[in-house]
């Protein structure tokens, strides 16, 4: 049977949904940037100790901004653009490729039945978000 992009797509979603992964995208170079500004305005200001004090503010200011800022995995997937769906579509597909399916759903209930092929796609989405995405994966509780 032809696999259909949207079908693996949904799949990768169903795997993530369940086992509710959430990813955030690293912004260290705003954090850096903030905390360097802050810091530079503090010297400015203040002279050494206020620089000394700008980068202590600035540094928990950046940390803050960019922390908290998850979204779940499923969403950042069908948010993909097409020609990066069709590159997890093509990986997906030849860990699938033996399995007999008619549809999406069909395909999810093959795949949530056998922990094997569970793990193999769970492996591909983490490797995906936290390689290509430079995002961090944390698992809601």
């Not at 949904?17 to 940037?33: I, N, P, T, Y």
Request: aromatic residues 4%; charged residues 15%.
């Amino acid at each position: 049977m032809p696999i259909v992009v949207q079908d693996v797509m949904q799949l990768l979603c169903s795997i993530s949904e369940e086992r509710k992964m959430q990813a955030a995208v690293k912004h260290s170079g705003k954090g850096a940037l903030v905390t360097g500004a802050v810091a530079f305005v503090g010297g400015l200001v203040g002279g050494p100790p206020g620089l000394a004090v700008g980068g202590a503010v600035g540094g928990l200011l950046g940390a803050w901004m960019t922390s908290g800022q998850f979204k779940p995995v499923p969403q950042i997937l069908m948010e993909l653009p097409a020609s990066e769906q069709q590159r997890l579509f093509a990986e997906v597909e030849a860990i699938v490729r033996g399995l007999d399916w008619a549809d999406a759903v069909q395909l999810t209930a093959l795949v949530l039945g056998s922990e094997a092929l569970q793990q193999q796609l769970l492996a591909l989405v983490v490797n995906y978000v936290s390689k290509e995405l430079r995002a961090e994966i944390r698992y809601e509780d």
